[in-house]
């Protein structure tokens, strides 16, 4: 204690004095950025790596974290993972891609670049996917897209996405034709997202195979 | 006080010249060689990389967040003997696998993602910087 005052009385002044210059620093610094226009805001201009680094992580951590309070994504079915798979051609594949299908030309010019979701099933949790799709992400061309889908077709596009590793290029193709070849579409309808009359699905089949006929064996015939 | 001297003026000039031109030469010859068809630039190579979102496919050890499960990692790419298992590794290689991926190997999830030629240079020349 007694050689608390002589310090604070010899280092005080310097320490204030010093503490006081950082804070007109960091103001200046502030004013340069918010009103100077110093900071580069365009896309064509990539973030330091450590800054990168911190926005990815902040999104991760969110993300995570707000997956246990996420409606819990229920079992796949056939006929939503077809669901899934028309709300995906219509809202996600010009930005992501999928198997053997390149994004849209525009997709690699943004910042951040909207990632391929192929092996997206390992990086995320089934409940994080939805957090990730219902809500979008701050500061990255990710739409909230529940503000405009009703959340069941969050949850069939959340099912898709956790199936799409097992379609290889060609498959996904079939898919794909499917898909555009049916009448609803599901980003205008408010009810269910499509009619599975015509499809020769069956609840039984394994959904590998049940979704897209593989091109190296016969089409099934049977009615 | 270097001007007094006026013996030790003649040489630092003529060295001063020298060095100059010496300069100039060494920067004609840098521009030259990135104009060289054949050299990409490793730098643009890993922006495009990333650009290309290559990562969320590949791991590729030196770009930041890239750690893809999809595809082969692409470390000491330049030293393996075949793309895709199929064709020789060589630039024209790399250019024929990129430009057209279900060609080289049907049904692979690796898509066409329009790459333009500078940009397929400049990825070899960051994957061969790389061993």
């Not at chain 1, 006929?79 to 997709?107: D, K, N, T």
């Not at chain 1, 990632?115 to 909230?144: C, N, Q």
């Amino acid at each position: 204690m007694r050689g608390l005052r002589p310090a604070i009385r010899r280092f005080g002044p310097g320490l204030l004095l010093g503490g006081l210059a950082a804070g007109i620093v960091a103001v200046a610094a502030g004013a340069a950025i918010l009103f100077g226009g110093v900071y580069h805001t365009g896309a064509d201009n990539p973030h330091l790596e450590p800054v990168a680094w911190a926005v990815h992580q902040t999104m991760i951590s969110s993300v995570r974290h707000r997956a246990k309070r996420e409606p819990v994504v229920p079992p796949a079915t056939p006929a939503r993972l077809i669901a899934g798979a028309q709300q995906y051609e219509a809202h996600c594949i010009s930005c992501h891609g999928g198997p053997g299908v390149a994004r849209a030309p525009w997709a690699s010019a943004l910042l951040p670049t909207p990632p391929f979701l192929i092996d997206a099933r390992t990086r995320w949790t089934p409940r994080e996917l939805r957090v990730l799709v219902a809500h979008g992400v701050k500061m990255s061309a990710m739409p909230a897209w529940e503000e405009i889908l009703p959340g069941e077709a969050i949850d069939d596009l959340v099912m898709f996405l956790e199936f799409m590793p097992r379609l290889d290029a060609r498959r996904f193709e079939r898919l794909r034709e499917r898909v555009r070849a049916m009448p609803t579409d599901p980003l205008m309808a408010s009810g269910p997202a499509v009619s599975l009359a015509p499809l020769p699905l069956r609840e039984t089949q394994p959904l590998s195979r049940g979704i897209v006929p593989d091109p190296s064996k016969p089409p099934n015939t049977r009615p | 006080m270097q001007s007094r001297h006026g013996r030790s003026a003649g040489p630092d000039l003529i060295a001063a010249v020298l060095l100059a031109g010496f300069a100039t030469l060494v920067a004609a010859c840098g521009s030259r060689g990135e104009l060289t068809p054949a050299r990409g630039d490793p730098r643009a190579g890993a922006v495009a990389i990333t650009r290309r979102a290559c990562g969320s496919c590949h791991a590729i050890a030196g770009i930041p967040g890239a750690d893809g499960r999809v595809g082969p990692p692409l470390a000491r790419f330049a030293s393996r003997k075949l793309i895709a298992g199929r064709i020789p590794n060589s630039l024209e290689g790399l250019r024929r696998y990129l430009d057209d991926p279900q060609s080289v190997d049907p049904g692979n999830a690796m898509p066409d993602q329009g790459l333009t030629d500078r940009e397929i240079r400049d990825i070899a020349a960051w994957l061969e910087s790389r061993g």
